[in-house]
């Protein structure tokens, strides 16, 4: 049998084919290279954001969180300070107090839905958000959202 031309107008539908054969199998071996790549890489970046993320940190220790999201910049999360510290001092055996400051930190805003500052977020001991309040806040009202009696004062 005659082998098929290579020059002339009965050769393109041969080097036509034979292109997109080509580049269709660098199309699967890019995809196939890019896939194995973004899996490789996945762990790392996933690791990497949750061992970067206080209120991630916070919630492994096994008790109730309260993470407050402010900045300096504003009055009302600076008045929150004290108030955040005592509970820290006063309850930080049984509780954990998480202070990140939105302007400072990047991620937070949109990670945690926080659209107002400040907003504390609650977190009961097995990790799992149970509410939320943005602007002041006694620390007797948040040991009453963390069901946490308040054993000493913190105000």
């Known amino acids: 049998m005659p082998s098929p031309p290579?020059?002339?107008?009965?050769?393109?539908?041969h080097t036509l084919v034979t292109a997109?054969?080509?580049l269709a199998a660098m199309?699967?071996?890019?995809?196939?290279?890019?896939?194995?790549?973004q899996r490789a890489l996945a762990p790392d970046a996933q690791s990497d954001a949750a061992t970067s993320d206080a209120v991630q940190q916070a919630l492994r220790l096994g008790k109730p969180v309260v993470a407050e999201f402010g900045?300096?910049?504003?009055?009302?999360?600076?008045?929150?300070?004290?108030?955040?510290?005592?509970l820290a001092r006063e309850h930080g055996e049984r509780m954990t107090v998480v202070d990140i400051?939105?302007?400072?930190?990047?991620?937070y805003a949109s990670r945690y839905q926080i659209q107002l500052m400040p907003?504390?977020?609650?977190?009961?001991?097995?990790?799992?958000?149970?509410?939320?309040?943005?602007?002041?806040?006694?620390?007797?009202?948040?040991?009453a959202r963390l069901n946490i009696s308040p054993i000493g004062r913190a105000q």
Do not use: W
């Not at 900045?71 to 005592?86: H, T």
């Not at 400051?101 to 991620?107: Q, S």
């Not at 509410?131 to 006694?138: E, K, N």
């Open 20 to 22: 997109i054969v080509f």
């Open 119 to 143: 907003t504390q977020v609650f977190f009961d001991a097995q990790g799992r958000e149970i509410g939320r309040h943005a602007g002041l806040i006694s620390g007797d009202e948040i040991l």
């Open 27 to 37: 199309a699967v071996a890019g995809a196939a290279a890019y896939t194995l790549t």
């Open 6 to 13: 290579t020059t002339g107008p009965s050769a393109r539908p």
């Open 71 to 86: 900045a300096n910049s504003c009055d009302n999360c600076r008045a929150m300070k004290p108030v955040l510290s005592a």
């Open 101 to 107: 400051d939105l302007r400072k930190t990047t991620g």
